[in-house]
């Protein structure tokens, strides 16, 4: 960290924010998405500029961080493996400190967790964890805001994650901390989630095999493709070891009778999901999917106009 440089809030975890923080800006999110809605001319950051940082490709995140920027008034910058040094030669904290004397956020999404916490350390402006194969905490924000505003609060709720014990998993499992609600995690032998994260969810998370045990009375089921970016040659294995975890209307019917499902998408229907789950009366992926970009949006505004 630079000498002079001024301590600033980063979010590289939902964990990042207390739990009055995160229930205030899924709350900002809905407002920001009523006011887009409404035609309400909101722009607070007239000359501001987030560098965007792809190591790992995007639709969703590319295009709510860049579109969100331009609504409030600012600028997105897209940078891709192409177009900066990170990881090509250049230390990791070099780029930090050349960054962040130039732009005013920096949104990364990577592979390798510690990029962004190293990022971090030596940035004079708020970075963000737009995902890495740890943890994918915009898509949580994104994810508590839409079953807030179809269901209300999800605190004492049942969550069913069902599939591999990935970022996604690891998020929830963060969210169950910071939302106070119980999570169950289906998931076949040897794909659970990280063991620390797990000792440090005791008590809100339990493992279970069955799909439609772990569903039973649950007020909403998330699940995630089989296999992530990266993993594309173990597909044929996952597969099979994945069969029987598919989100279909049979582990629905466990689910209590409002029960909501989410998916952050990309999805493969007829894989982890069906198609009459996914495109069905209780999905709400695509109110999810739009919430990216007012989640995100409140995100900004909490991370720049503090700094401010």
């Not at 009523?34 to 501001?48: A, C, H, I, T």
């Not at 807030?148 to 709720?157: F, N």
């Not at 699940?223 to 597969?239: H, I, L, N, P």
């Not at 989410?262 to 982890?272: I, V």
């Amino acid at each position: 960290m630079d000498a002079d440089q001024t301590p600033c809030r980063h979010f590289l975890s939902l964990l990042d924010l207390s739990a009055e923080e995160a229930r205030r800006l899924i709350a900002r999110a809905t407002e920001l998405k009523r006011m887009l809605k409404s035609g309400e001319d909101y722009r607070p950051f007239p000359n501001r500029t987030l560098a965007m940082i792809f190591e790992k490709s995007s639709t969703r995140t590319r295009v709510s961080f860049e579109v969100g920027m331009v609504q409030l008034g600012g600028h997105a910058l897209f940078l891709s493996p192409r177009d900066t040094q990170l990881g090509r030669g250049e230390p990791i904290e070099d780029s930090a400190r050349v960054l962040s004397r130039m732009v005013d956020a920096v949104m990364i999404r990577t592979y390798d967790h510690d990029i962004v916490e190293r990022f971090a350390a030596n940035s004079r402006v708020p970075v963000i964890n737009g995902l890495t194969d740890r943890l994918h905490p915009c898509q949580l924000l994104a994810d508590m805001q839409t079953y807030h505003e179809h269901r209300g609060d999800i605190r004492g709720r049942r969550v069913t994650w069902i599939g591999d014990g990935n970022n996604m998993c690891h998020s929830f499992m963060e969210a169950a901390q910071v939302f106070d609600f119980e999570l169950r995690v289906a998931c076949p032998e040897g794909f659970e989630p990280d063991a620390d994260l797990l000792a440090a969810v005791q008590g809100r998370c339990s493992i279970l095999r069955d799909p439609e045990e772990a569903a039973e009375g649950a007020d909403l089921v998330v699940t995630d493709v089989w296999a992530s970016m990266g993993q594309e040659e173990e597909q044929a294995k996952r597969e099979a070891l994945f069969a029987p975890f598919q989100v279909d209307d049979a582990v629905m019917s466990q689910t209590a009778p409002d029960a909501l499902f989410m998916h952050c998408l990309p999805a493969h229907r007829g894989e982890e999901v069906s198609a009459s789950v996914i495109d069905g009366p209780r999905s709400v992926v695509w109110d999810e999917a739009e919430n990216r970009l007012h989640a995100q949006k409140a995100l900004l505004e909490f991370l720049l106009l503090r700094q401010a």
